[in-house]
T-cell receptor, first 113, second 113 residues
Framework: GNSVTQMEGPVTLSEEAFLTINCTYT??????LFWYVQYPGEGLQLLLK?????DKGSNKGFEATYRKETTSFHLEKGSVQVSDSAVYFC????????????FGQGTRLTINP | ETGVTQTPRHLVMGMTNKKSLKCEQH?????MYWYKQSAKKPLELMFV???????ENNSVPSRFSPECPNSSHLFLHLHTLQPEDSALYLC????????????FGSGTRLTVV
């Protein structure tokens, strides 16, 4: 079946550091790919998405490019802030009747001032 | 009000109690979902409703009983729960057509004592 694998956390960085959170997937067909973010005490929020190969999703300084050849969708940000501290989830969509998202295990990110 | 709203935000219940979690969406979506999020475990998809019909039930124990009376409302009825059922329960909705991803509620933090 389809699956998503994220880099193990937790990840701790200093403010203004460069961030990469790796995400690879296994899927049949051509899924759409997503990054969600979960701040403490909240549900998940859609951060960005890409629907086909070579698409780049971007939002709030975060970017991820859909790489079909490497089955990857790594999340990057050039300069992180303390407010970026959260748990980040990579996900892919599969359609078996209703749209269904398959999530990675999540990566906890902590940014120190 | 827009978005996905879950009530209550926090719930403490005894193992012999019966309670219900409520989810409302005002986005015009036609699919709704229940997820369970436990500490140090991946997100677990519990139930999927599409056009008010249950389309997926991922081997969830019968002490969890979903109900979807219309496309805007989703309930999760709880009875005789176990302490290991303590978790964050997340509701989400989506538009079945197109790779839009999900919109999540803030969740209900459930503690079973």
């Amino acid at each position: 079946g389809n699956s998503v694998t994220q880099m193990e956390g937790p990840v701790t960085l200093s403010e203004e550091a460069f961030l990469t959170i790796n995400c690879t997937y296994t899927a049949t067909g051509y899924p759409s790919l997503f990054w969600y973010v979960q701040y403490p005490g909240e549900g998940l929020q859609l951060l960005l998405k890409a629907t086909k190969a070579d698409d780049k999703g971007s939002n709030k300084g975060f970017e991820a490019t859909y790489r079909k050849e490497t089955t990857s969708f790594h999340l990057e940000k050039g300069s992180v802030q303390v407010s970026d501290s959260a748990v980040y989830f990579c996900a892919l969509s599969e359609r078996q009747g209703a749209q269904k998202l398959v999530f990675g295990q999540g990566t906890r990110l902590t940014i120190n001032p | 009000e827009t978005g996905v709203t879950q009530t209550p935000r926090h719930l403490v219940m005894g193992m012999t109690n019966k309670k219900s979690l409520k989810c409302e969406q005002h986005l015009g979506h036609n699919a709704m979902y229940w997820y369970k999020q436990s500490a140090k475990k991946p997100l677990e998809l519990m139930f999927v409703y599409s056009l008010e019909e249950r389309v997926e039930n991922n081997s969830v124990p019968s002490r969890f009983s979903p109900e979807c009376p219309n496309s805007s409302h989703l309930f999760l009825h709880l009875h005789t729960l176990q302490p290991e059922d303590s978790a964050l329960y997340l509701c989400a909705s989506s538009q079945d057509e197109g790779p839009h991803g999900y919109t999540f509620g803030s969740g209900t933090r459930l503690t079973v004592v």
